[in-house]
Each structure stands twice: as C-alpha cells, then as structure tokens.
C-alpha cells in the first residue's frame, strides 16, 4: 500500500497533538482535514514508516525522552545543523594567510609567513549600523586564532621573509589571493544574506518595528559585487579609488601605518555606500518607506477598530511571510465581517446530555435510531435538465424535511434574484453555483427563524467521536460525531453554512444535520413548549416526519396544530386544554389533504402565505405546489386562470408537471367528475380556490 506525503504528514502532527492532549485543536483539524482511509492511527507503524527506529531507541535512553515523533525529528535536524556550523568554523580557522609587508610594495600571499591581511568585516545593512552605536574597525584574520598577539590598534606587523613575491606588483599578489578572498567573501555573503532574509520577514510580520533598510533586490546586488584593491602608493601615502563596480566608494580609506597592514574603516565604508544611491533611487525608496508606514498605520486603524468590537483569541492569529509591497498594502483592506465570522467559528463539541435530549425529541427514546432512509439522505439536486430546481428524495421518510427546504429554494429562486437577470421559467434552471447558494441561504432563513430572529446553531459532522457513550444510549455514529457552532448575525450564520454546504448538500447526514440544528436553533425546551402534548417525536411511525416538525421548518415554531394563532378547549369540569396554532403570516404555505376530509382546519396564515408557494400534504406524503405570479394571492374570489407547478422528489419525476387552474363562474364545473377518480392534489388545491378546475395539460394524473 502506497501511502501519500500528505497522509504521512497528518498523522504526524495528529500524534503530536495527541500526545500533548490538544483535543479540541484536534477536532477543528479533523474538521478541516479530515481523516482518510490511509491515514495512519498507529504511533509505531508510523515509526516504521519514518524510518526512525534508531532516533526512538536513541531518545528512549535520554534522561528525558521527548514524548512526541515530531519533536525527535526536529531535534535531530537541529543537531545536524549543529555539526554543520561546527564544521565550517573549523575550516574557516585552518584557511590560508595573506599579508602585506610595510617595506616592499608588494602583498604577498604565503602559508609559511606568520602575516596577515587585515580587512573590515562590517559590511552590513544600514539599520545593523545604526541600532549598534558608533562603529568601530573590526578585523578578520586567515590566521589560527593561536598565532594572533593583539596590540593597542588592533593591528600587528609581522615580516614578510618570503623572497618569492617581493618584487611582484601589488596586483598581481593580490590575484594570486584573489581566491582566498572570494571564499570569505562567499561565506559573509551568504551569512548576510540569511540575516537580512531573516530581518526582512520579521519586519514585514509587524516582529520588528520601524522602516526597512534596505529592499531584498538591492542586498543581492551588493553581495554579487566583486572585492577589488586597487593600491597606488603616492608620497608615503596609500588612497583606495572607486572600484568600477562601486563597491569600494569615497570614504573609504587605506592608510599605510608603520606596521604596513591596511585598515578599511567600517563606517567610512557605510557612508560611501549611502553616497552610492542615486537621486531617483532615494526618493523611490523614501516613497516605499512612506508608504508602508501609512499602510501600517491604517493597520493599525482596522486592528483597534476590531478590538472595540470583538476579542481577537491569540491562538487564532496567523502569521504568514509576504513577499512584496503589495500584499503588505493587502492587509490593510481585509474585511472586518470575515475577521469576526471566523472568530465566531469556534465550535462546541455534542456532549451525551444533549445527544439524549435530542434522540428523545426526534425518536422518542435514547435508544432508538435513525432509520437508513434518514441516514442516507442530503438535499441533492436534480440534473434533469427541466427539474435542475428540483431536492432529489431517495426514499420515503423525510419528505417533510425535503419539502420544506424545497420551499424556501424556490422562494431564493424564484422571487429573491438569485437566478440573476433571468426572468420566468428560467429561473428554473439555475447553475450549480446558483443553487448552492439558493440551498445555503434557505437553510440559514429556516435556523435564524428558528432561533427566533436572534441566534442560530449549525450542526457539523466533525468526523470523529467527542465522546464514548455510556448508560442507557444506544452509539449509532451520529451525534458523538457532532460539533455545533452558534451564530448571532444571520450573514455570519450564511458564511458558515456557505462554507459546510457540501455536508448538507452532498453528505449523506445533510437531512439529519439541519433537523438538529433547526431543533438546536429553537432548543430542546421551546420545541416542547411549543406541542400541545410534550412527549410527542418529531418524526413519527415508518419514519415519517410529524406535523410539528414540518412547522418548525415552515413557520420556526414546533406546534402541533396548522389553523391561525391559540385555541383553548374545554374538557369539561372546568378545564381548558391549548391548542396551539400558527401565530402569524408565513412566507410559505400549507395545504392538506386531511382539510378536504374535515380532519383539520388550515388557517390563512398558512392558506394564504407572502408568496405563491405551499407544501402539499397528501396521502402521508410531503411535496410543493408553486406558482410564477403572486398576484394570484391578491385577486381571491375574481374569475381568473393561472398556472401552478408541481414537484414531487420522491417521484422519479422526469418532466415538469404544469397545472392550469381556473377560478370563478367562467370556469368549467367539476362537480360531474367521479371524486374516486379525482387526483388528491385536485382536492388540495380546491382547499384554497373552492370549486376550481384543474387541467392537467396533458400530462398524466397522479392518482
């Protein structure tokens, strides 16, 4: 079995989290990341698999034994890098000497001589100069640090007794040292080359306060230059002139001293350096510092902004590298609204109390459970290509759950611009980018009803168990999988679920996890308040969804009764019994098939709803009945004819069902027609417009 980098590489930082008993950061990764069927559980096959058997015996026998795979590994790379350093500073100490004799002309170069070439070894960034004080010449020497003898000047005079090179011009000397010197140079440069790395990302991280010195390119172009001398003696007197490449500028002096070393003062040297920078280029780089300054004022700005608003936790913060003036400018223009969502993410696990409350709500006992036509079903779409609009139902059960959802994308599609500038019939045949969108916004309009308008809860399978039950419940992977996150701004609450749609849509828990959070939304104790009997389940006998959980999604209330607002009744002796009914107008209507029967009564509130759409009840099944117009609200009681639109996702439906409706005395009678023949939809839809016919178009009658 072959085994990813990726795999490997979660499992390792899973065993470090584990080890130290970071359990909820373990959670969010398992969120984010979730496990796979290659991740790898155990510690020692892990260990194998990392080749690291010798480097666990190893710490096994320390005194104090790291604990976790990833910190063996860190602190093994670290010493390597230890015996690295140690290595390079080994042969820095055993490199061949240069030196310069006082009373020859020449520079010579020999290992025999006890002579030296001394150099200055500040060169570095203009802001290192200035944070250290006043600079003073340091020198480097090729020598052993066993053959230097320092004097006052730091500086030493050793005689050149080499007859070899006294009479060679200076030049020539110093190229036949021209490789000594390019290998000390390569190694200064790729150490200021780190550190100015180093102090570039730090700074740009906001770790180090105050302007940048100097921009990445130009540090690169420095350390490329080449070191060249040029010595002329004139009267006693040694002068260093401007290299071609500008390197070495003015300021930067070599001085014959009666010991005849040559000494480059650092400071001269940096000063040169300044003189170096063009006009144009100064007034660039003052821009550039003055525009970072602004950005990081504005900063600055939205930070403390954020601070009045909401507690920034430290462990959310991410430091990330940014590699140009742009991105930096970036920051100053990220959205406080996602800041303050993303805070709001933190969840909480499903602990067992709740998970018993909910079971019993939902099923009646702790130790019932889902059926396999609840499991397995999400709010997937249709793509048949008349029916995109369309929550395929894959078996019987949750029709109530699915029909109400539908509802609401319906109303997202059809009379909230979701489908853009399409108009009609059009809008029926959205994206899939359209309707996810539609799908994420009807599931947060039905949890913020819910939760009355104030605060929602979303259920996420978080992919792992967050506790072991115990006692009287029955385990089925459902709620111990669970993780809850509480929203108080319904554009917080859409982001979230925007951003979890794939385990609604797509998942097959989708159906499970927005009944839960729609009970969570309204919680456990309002949800029994609201049934006129308390211990009644929201999903009934064969699986079925009740009437009260149907109005949970419809109008955010659990109520066990369909006609408008309370009613009291009286069972005699004195006592009154509540009935408790829809309080207000709803977007989305209801009509039933037990109305027709005189077993209930539905009342306007949800008759005649904000909008041209209604869940059908008919033959212990839930589906959607809507129209295009919602002027055919307004105009009850007036000779009219329209269309309605039937869709049943439990049907394998394959084309679209288009009813035309008529109303009023020009109206065909339907009082000749057989009722044991009439289509139940038929009387569901009389329920609303009283003797209205009913044409088919030709499609076949669903009996």
Request: proline letters at 5%.
């Given at each position: 079995m072959t085994v990813s980098v990726e795999d490997v590489s979660s499992?390792?930082?899973?065993?470090?989290?584990?080890?130290?008993?970071?359990?909820?950061?373990?959670?969010?990764?398992?969120?984010?990341?979730?496990?796979?069927?290659?991740?790898?559980n155990n510690r020692s096959q892990l260990r194998q698999l990392l080749n690291m058997e010798d480097l666990y015996r190893n710490n096994k026998a320390q005194i104090s034994p790291l604990k976790t795979l990833l910190e063996m590994i860190v602190k093994h790379h670290i010493g390597k890098n230890d015996q690295i350093t140690m290595s390079k500073s080994d042969s820095l100490?055993?490199?061949?000497?240069?030196?310069?004799?006082?009373?020859?002309?020449?520079?010579?170069?020999?290992?025999?001589?006890?002579?030296?070439?001394?150099?200055?070894?500040?060169?570095?960034?203009?802001?290192?100069?200035?944070?250290?004080?006043?600079?003073?010449?340091?020198?480097?020497?090729?020598?052993?640090?066993?053959?230097?003898?320092?004097?006052k000047n730091q500086t030493e005079d050793w005689p050149c007794d080499s007859e070899a090179y006294k009479h060679q011009p200076p030049m020539a000397a110093l190229r036949n040292n021209g490789g000594v010197l390019r290998r000390e140079a390569e190694k200064n440069t790729s150490t200021t080359e780190s550190i100015q790395r180093t102090r570039i990302n730090r700074t740009r991280r906001g770790m180090i306060a105050g302007p940048i010195a100097s921009t990445l390119q130009e540090n690169k172009k420095k350390q490329n230059r080449r070191l060249e001398v040029r010595q002329q003696l004139l009267g006693g007197e040694v002068e260093n002139k401007r290299s071609s490449d500008g390197l070495l500028g003015?300021?930067?002096?070599?001085?014959?001293?009666?010991?005849?070393?040559?000494?480059?003062?650092?400071?001269?040297?940096?000063?040169?350096?300044?003189?170096?920078?063009?006009?144009?280029?100064?007034?660039?780089?003052?821009?550039?510092?003055?525009?970072?300054?602004?950005?990081?004022?504005?900063?600055?700005?939205?930070?403390?902004?954020?601070?009045?608003?909401?507690?920034?936790?430290?462990a959310e913060m991410v430091l990330d590298d940014i590699d140009d003036d742009e991105d930096l400018r970036e920051l100053s223009t990220v959205s406080f609204q996602r800041a303050r969502a993303e805070h709001s993410y933190a969840g909480r696990p499903m602990d067992q109390h709740t998970a018993t409350e909910l079971k019993v709500i939902l099923l009646g006992s702790s130790l019932s459970c889902f059926s396999v036509e609840w499991r397995n079903?999400?709010?997937?779409?249709?793509?048949?290509?008349?029916?995109?609009?369309?929550?395929?139902?894959?078996?019987?059960?949750?029709?109530?759950?699915?029909?109400?959802?539908?509802?609401?994308?319906?109303?997202?599609?059809?009379?909230?611009?979701?489908?853009?500038?399409n108009s009609g019939l059009q809008r029926l045949k959205p994206s899939n980018a359209t309707r996810r969108k539609c799908l994420a916004s009807a599931a947060a309009e039905i949890l913020w009803r819910a939760g009355e308008e104030k605060q929602a809860t979303i259920a996420i399978n978080s992919g792992r168990n967050h506790f072991t039950p115990t006692g009287h419940f029955k385990s089925e992977g459902v709620f111990e999988k669970i993780t809850c996150f509480t929203v108080d701004n319904i554009k917080e609450l859409q982001l979230l679920l925007e951003r979890h749609i794939d385990q609604f849509e797509t998942g097959v828990l989708g159906c499970i996890l927005l009944t839960i959070s729609a009970i969570l939304s309204r919680s456990t104790e309002k949800v029994r308040d609201d049934m006129d009997v308390p211990t009644t389940t929201l999903i009934g006998a064969h699986g079925y969804c009740t009437q009260e959980l149907v109005n949970l999604f419809l109008c955010g209330r659990a109520?066990?009764?369909?006609?408008?607002?309370?009613?009291?009744?009286?069972?005699?002796?004195?006592?009154?019994?509540?009935?408790?009914?829809?309080?207000?107008?709803?977007d989305i209507g209801l009509l039933s098939l037990f109305e027709h029967y005189d077993f209930c009564k539905v009342g306007a509130h949800l008759k005649t709803p904000r909008y041209p759409i209604w869940v059908v009840c008919s033959e212990s099944h839930f589906s959607v009945l809507f129209g295009l117009q919602r002027e055919l609200l307004t105009n009850r009681g007036q000779c009219m004819e329209f269309d309605l639109y039937y869709y049943d996702g439990l049907a394998n439906q394959q084309e679209e069902i288009r009813l035309t409706v008529s109303v009023g005395e020009s109206a065909p009678s339907c009082q000749d027609d057989d009722t044991d023949l009439t289509p139940p939809l038929e009387h569901c839809i009389r329920t609303r417009w009283m003797n209205a016919f009913v044409s088919w178009n030709d499609t076949e009658p669903i009996l």
């Open positions: 499992s390792v930082v899973r065993e470090y989290l584990s080890r130290k008993g970071l359990k909820r950061t373990i959670a969010c990764m398992d969120e984010e990341h979730p496990r796979t069927t290659f991740s790898i100490q055993s490199a061949p000497t240069v030196s310069c004799n006082a009373d020859s002309p020449a520079v010579t170069s020999s290992t025999e001589n006890n002579t030296a070439f001394v150099i200055s070894k500040h060169i570095k960034s203009r802001s290192d100069t200035e944070d250290t004080g006043p600079a003073q010449p340091t020198y480097t020497s090729f020598l052993p640090k066993t053959d230097k003898e320092p004097s003015t300021g930067v002096h070599q001085k014959n001293s009666e010991s005849g070393l040559i000494e480059i003062n650092s400071a001269d040297y940096l000063r040169g350096q300044r003189e170096l920078w063009s006009a144009p280029d100064k007034v660039q780089r003052e821009k550039s510092f003055e525009k970072v300054q602004q950005d990081m004022l504005t900063t600055t700005k939205v930070k403390s902004l954020a601070s009045q608003k909401v507690t920034l936790d430290v079903q999400g709010f997937a779409f249709s793509e048949t290509p008349d029916l995109r609009y369309g929550i395929v139902q894959k078996k019987g059960g949750p029709c109530g759950v699915l029909a109400s959802m539908q509802a609401f994308v319906l109303k997202k599609l059809l009379f909230e611009n979701f489908g853009g500038s109520v066990s009764n369909v006609f408008d607002d309370d009613m009291e009744l009286d069972s005699g002796r004195g006592n009154m019994t509540l009935l408790k009914g829809v309080k207000g107008p709803c």
